[in-house]
């Protein structure tokens, strides 16, 4: 699975003061890239739209996003649950389990076009035309759960 740095496809990412300085800013950096924003807007929109602290994380960002329908201007549509899940293997449905979310592979199978901003338990970063943009290890982790995805509208 082809996988790309954050620092390589946002721009103004590389010359950022505050990027330099930052940490825990996968949430600033999955909406940077997902919607084509410099980082620094970016960075300006979490901190003021959803509260973030510099260098301490993004927290509640699932329903801060599922209240909203964009960014900046940007439309996007949430995808439903029903659709981030799966019946699970025979075995499991035998065994009277409930559904189970889809993994970063089943979500790049099932959604192989299109910009999305993805959330794992903890994590967040962008898939963009079947290409996971993030930290260097997230396309590496196919077996990660999606727990949440916004699609944005072009």
């Known amino acids: ?12 990412y590389n010359e950022s003061a ?8 996968c949430v600033v950096r999955a909406i940077a890239s997902t919607f084509g924003l410099p980082y620094d807007v970016s960075h300006k929109f979490v901190a003021d739209e959803f509260g973030r602290q510099n260098r ?3 927290f509640g ?3 801060k996003l599922r209240d909203r329908n964009n960014v900046q201007g940007i439309p996007y549509t949430t995808i ?18 409930k559904p189970t979310e889809i993994t970063l592979s089943m979500f790049i ?3 192989p076009t299109g910009k999305y901003l993805v959330i794992i338990k ?11 943009i993030g930290n260097a290890e997230d396309g590496k982790r196919l077996r990660a ?5 916004i699609k944005v509208k072009e």
Do not use: C, W
């Open 145 to 149: 759960k999606i727990r949440f995805a």
């Open 109 to 111: 199978e099932k959604f």
């Open 80 to 97: 439903p649950k029903e659709q981030l899940t799966y019946p699970g293997s025979a075995r499991h449905q035998m065994n009277g389990g």
């Open 122 to 132: 903890g994590h967040a970063f962008s898939v963009v035309d079947s290409v996971v």
């Open 1 to 12: 699975m082809k996988s790309i740095r954050s620092s390589e496809h946002i721009t103004g």
């Open 56 to 58: 301490k994380g993004t």
């Open 61 to 63: 960002t699932i329903p």
């Open 18 to 25: 505050i990027a330099k300085g930052e940490t825990n800013d």
